[in-house]
């Protein structure tokens, strides 16, 4: 799951947390008051909506190197074949992505796929397996998000 996926997971069980009590066997008074930790809870979703939608574009889709022939050639993979993949985050514009290390495992080129569909060979430039943490780097032409 991504870290949108999650953080809507994570939105969505307060608010049915939120729901519960609000519509909950209570006092009025107590109603009202729930109510406004609902305003409160609602706020916390827009803000999440809007930081989500700000770095949507950053994310990047990290997966194993493609196969390719001696020319460096793109192969396609087999029919039904599936690559583990992971997600990463551009942190500069220069092309630098920090994403897990478990994502890059022990290749040292992985591919990068940005929101806009852009595909990118990205070099393993360092990896610390105690924090789980590793940075990319893709030479891109034009202006990285």
Do not use: C
């Not at 020319?71 to 920090?98: E, F, M, R, T």
């Amino acid at each position: 799951m991504n870290g949108t996926g999650k953080m809507w997971r994570v939105v969505m069980t307060l608010l049915v947390l939120l729901t519960q009590t609000v519509l909950g066997d209570t006092d009025p008074a107590q109603a009202k008051e729930n109510l406004k930790s609902y305003a409160v809870v609602e706020d916390l979703q827009n803000v999440f909506v809007e930081v989500a939608e700000r770095v949507q574009p950053a994310v990047v889709n990290i997966s194993p190197p493609s196969p390719k022939t001696s020319d460096g050639i793109p192969l396609d993979s087999p029919s039904g074949s599936q690559k583990a993949s992971g997600s990463g985050v551009i942190i500069d514009p220069s092309g630098l992505i920090v994403t897990n290390n478990h994502v890059v495992g022990t290749y040292d080129e992985v591919d990068v796929l940005l929101s806009d569909l852009r595909k990118y060979q990205g070099k393993v430039i360092g990896r610390d397996t105690d924090t789980d943490l590793a940075l990319v780097r893709i030479e891109a032409t034009e202006k990285l998000p």
